[in-house]
Every structure is written in C-alpha cells, then in structure tokens.
C-alpha cells in the first residue's frame, strides 16, 4: 500500500468503555469528503447491544489561505 498523499484530522470521542474481549462491528459512512465512523459492541444482551463505545470522523485537513 502506498502512503495517504492528503492530509487527514481524525477526531475520535470515547463514549463508554469496551469490554474485552469483545465482538464489535465498525460502521463508517461518507461525510462531507470524508468518513463518519462509530465502533458498536455485538451482544445478545438487550442492554448492551447497539451501545455506541466510540465515534469520530476522518476529514481531509483544510488549509488557510
């Protein structure tokens, strides 16, 4: 794979901490040029599944002119 020529910012909040081990699933959506992106634990536990435990966005950095 070859480097990223673009310049990214990749913002990222923890929501709630994750239980390892774990199964999780990443889903990313398009974004205003970039990418929107949550981690969600897989559980059968009704209370736990669905919980969002991190989110971000990766954006290409824009400059100053």
């Known amino acids: 794979q070859r480097p990223i ?6 913002d990222v909040q923890f929501k709630r ?11 990313a959506t398009p974004d205003q040029g970039g990418q929107h992106f ?3 634990l ?6 736990a599944a ?9 954006m290409p950095l824009r400059r100053k002119r």
């Open 42 to 47: 897989l559980s059968t536990d009704p209370a």
């Open 17 to 27: 901490p994750l239980p390892l081990p774990a199964r999780v699933a990443l889903r």
């Open 38 to 40: 949550e981690l969600q």
């Open 5 to 10: 020529s673009t310049p990214y910012v990749l």
């Open 50 to 58: 669905h919980a969002i435990h991190l989110q971000g966005s990766l």
